[in-house]
C-alpha cells in the first residue's frame, strides 16, 4: 500500500531521493545547467514536501512551491528506481493536488524536461495542459511548462 504524507524535508530519505532526481536529471540533459535543491532549500514556510512510502520505506517525492495569487509549482517529483510502475507518482500527484486544495491553490504549474516522457504523459494523462514560462522560467528548447486548475472535481479518483 502507498502512503502519501507531507513530512520534513530535513531526512536522509528525502535527500537520498533528491539525488536521485539530480542523477536523472544529469543523465537527461548532459551539461546542461540546472538549480540543485537540498533538503534545507526546501525546508522553508510556503514548501511543502510529500513523501510517498511502501511499507514505511521512502518511495517517492515531490515539493509544492507556494506562488501566491491561489497558485503553486510542482518541483522535483522523483520515483525510486526500486519503486518505479507501482502508482508513486500518480499517487504523489494526488496528493499534491489535494494538499494544493487545502492550501487554497487553485492552479498547480511545473517545468518537465521535453526528454522526461514519463513525466510528460503522467502530467498529461492527470489533466496538465501546456502553458509558457511562469515565474522565474524563460523558454527553453529543454523545456515544457504545464498548468492545471483544481478542485475537488478534478482530483483524479484513488486507485480501488
Known sequence: MIAVAVETPLQEAVAALLRQSDAVAAALYPGAPR???????LAVPGTHVLVARVDGIAAGCCALFEQGEAAAELKRMIVDDAFRRRGIGEALLRAAE???LRLGIAVLRLEVGTRN???HAMYVRAGFTPRGPFGAYAA?????FLEKPISSRSLPPAPG
Not at 140 to 144: D, K, L, Q
Open 140 to 144: 527553453s528548447p529543454i523545456s515544457r
Open 117 to 119: 516522457e514519463a513525466a
Open 35 to 41: 538549480r540543485a535543491i537540498d533538503p534545507q532549500t
Open 98 to 100: 489535494t494538499q494544493a
